[in-house]
């Protein structure tokens, strides 16, 4: 079982930062790829920035410029820094791991966290 939890979600002002991190923990394995998602009320679920497990990184053009999407060096928490927010940045945002790694081999999977409330106030 592999549990996935968000956190850093605040409210900020336009133009101000957050982290928000995801942190892995249940099993032996290392986080193949993952996914920041984001929901705001209303609208469907959509990706922010995805990481795999090469490091390579790929952002929405709503996120380019602004938002960085980083791993830590154990693999199991992965980050996403967010700068100059907007009030159309306010939404829950979930991480979406979609591929594990253990002992070489990597698989893939769909486990998502609850979520964590960003609010962007003008």
């Known amino acids: 079982q592999v549990q996935l939890v968000e956190s850093g979600g605040d409210w900020v002002q336009v133009g101000g930062s957050l982290k928000l991190s995801c942190a892995a923990s249940?099993?032996?394995?290392?986080?193949?790829?993952l996914g920041w998602f984001r929901q705001a009320p209303g609208e469907e679920r959509e990706l922010v920035a995805h990481?795999?497990?090469?490091?390579?990184?790929a952002y929405t053009d709503s996120a380019k410029g602004r938002f960085t999407i980083s791993r830590d060096n154990a693999g199991n928490t992965v980050y996403l820094q967010m700068n100059n927010l907007k009030p159309g940045d306010t939404a829950v945002y979930f991480c979406?791991?979609?591929?594990?790694?253990?002992?070489?081999?990597?698989?893939?999977?769909?486990?998502w966290g609850q979520g964590t409330q960003v609010t962007v106030s003008s």
């Open positions: 979406n791991v979609d591929s594990i790694c253990a002992g070489g081999m990597c698989n893939s999977v769909d486990y």
């Open positions: 249940g099993s032996i394995f290392r986080i193949g790829s």
């Open positions: 990481i795999n497990r090469n490091g390579g990184k």
